[in-house]
């Protein structure tokens, strides 16, 4: 379950006992960089709008064909390649899953579907006042998609790989087991190598590898799931 601080961090408690404290994004900055991602989407419309113009009627069908795909397109793939699109980069806000982990396709394709039912009657009325009432300022597309807008934190496994590399898992993990792998990797700077290795050594038994390769592999894959680049 989340708990929530008077900080406004949700904390998502994990049976293992681990946990992650996120930030949701509330209306006001979530918002501004809606205009900002509306603002280029029209840009887009427009410029294409005046150039197709002089092809007639083929012209009008290509024009929808881009209309459809900006209108539909933009989000999914900025959302699901980046975890944000360029409106909520510029004030670093990201999608993410309600229990911390990048989105995937299923959950950009579901949450911006129900981007008509937020805009219903008019002006995304009902979905700013579902965010309104609720703590995680979620709005349909979040509750249907169980996503959730939260700010980028910095991460610490910049400082923490010694390899620019990050290496997905040879077995796929669970979601409780990924979330044990990412707080490994961001708690390993304040532990002593041996405390590393030894709790490295308790995570690694699919992997088939222990001692310091594992605790190195571990960071490779957090830093894989957590998706930076370096």
């Known amino acids: 379950m989340y708990q929530q601080g008077i900080d406004n961090k949700l904390a998502r408690i994990l049976p293992e006992g681990v ?13 501004s960089a809606y205009l900002i991602d509306f603002l280029i989407r029209a840009v887009v419309l427009i410029v294409s709008g005046i150039l197709l113009s002089f092809l007639g009627k083929a012209g009008e069908g290509i024009f929808l064909v881009i209309y459809f795909v900006v209108t539909w397109g933009y989000y999914i793939f900025f959302e699901l390649k980046y975890g944000q699109t360029p409106g909520k980069k510029r004030y670093n806000l990201k999608v993410v899953q309600d229990n911390g982990l990048p989105i995937q396709l299923s959950h950009a394709v579901l949450r911006n579907l129900l981007r008509s039912a937020d805009a219903f009657p008019v002006a995304y009325i009902l979905g700013v006042l579902t965010m309104v009432f609720g703590k995680q300022f979620k709005r349909i597309g979040d509750w249907g998609a169980g996503t959730i807008v939260i700010y980028q934190q910095p991460s610490t496994m910049v400082k923490l790989l010694n390899t620019d590399v990050a290496l997905p898992p040879p077995v796929e993990l669970s979601t409780e087991e990924q979330q044990a792998i990412i ?25 088939a590898i222990e001692g310091e390769a594992a605790n190195e592999r571990l960071k490779k894959i957090a830093q894989h799931y957590v998706g930076q680049e370096i």
């Open 19 to 31: 946990s992650i404290n996120i930030v949701p994004a509330g209306i006001a900055v979530r918002t």
């Open 183 to 207: 707080a490994f990797a961001e708690r390993s700077e304040e532990l002593s190598t041996a405390r590393q290795n030894e709790l490295a050594n308790l995570l690694v038994e699919p992997l």
